[in-house]
Nanobody, 124 residues
Framework: QLQLVEAGGALVQPGGSLTLSCEAS????????IAWFRQAPGKEREGISC????????NYRNSVKDRFAIYRDNAKTTVYLQMTRLQVEDTGVYYC?????????????????WGRGTQVTVSS
């Protein structure tokens, strides 16, 4: 059974850093792209970043590309999202999702499996 479990969400002050993890099980991890999405209160879920199974492709939302980094450890079947210089606007529930390829950025339909999310709150 394919499963994705996010962890690492927390309350952090503006300007701070946080690393989220997405641990996968139940499928051939290195054959799947993994994306991070974020959903702020009252807003649509939006794409943040994606990494292909072979790590050759990564992409980022413009508002985070100089502050966030996505990477994966296929031996540990885990993808990480390293977030720096966090802003209040980064607050939301962060979800990871698995799909065949990164595809059209932010297209939720490209991903067939989702985790339950982890809460990130950026506040002073």
């Amino acid at each position: 059974q394919l499963q994705l479990v996010e962890a690492g969400g927390a309350l952090v002050q503006p300007g701070g850093s946080l690393t989220l993890s997405c641990e996968a099980s139940g499928f051939n991890f290195d054959q799947y792209a993994i994306a991070w999405f974020r959903q702020a209160p009252g807003k649509e879920r939006e794409g943040i970043s994606c990494i292909s199974g072979d790590t050759a492709t990564t992409n980022y939302r413009n508002s985070v590309k100089d502050r966030f980094a996505i990477y994966r450890d296929n031996a540990k079947t885990t993808v990480y999202l390293q977030m720096t210089r966090l802003q209040v606007e980064d607050t939301g529930v962060y979800y990871c999702a698995a799909g065949d390829v990164c595809g059209v950025f932010g297209d939720r339909d490209s991903y067939s499996h989702w985790g339950r999310g982890t809460q990130v709150t950026v506040s002073s």
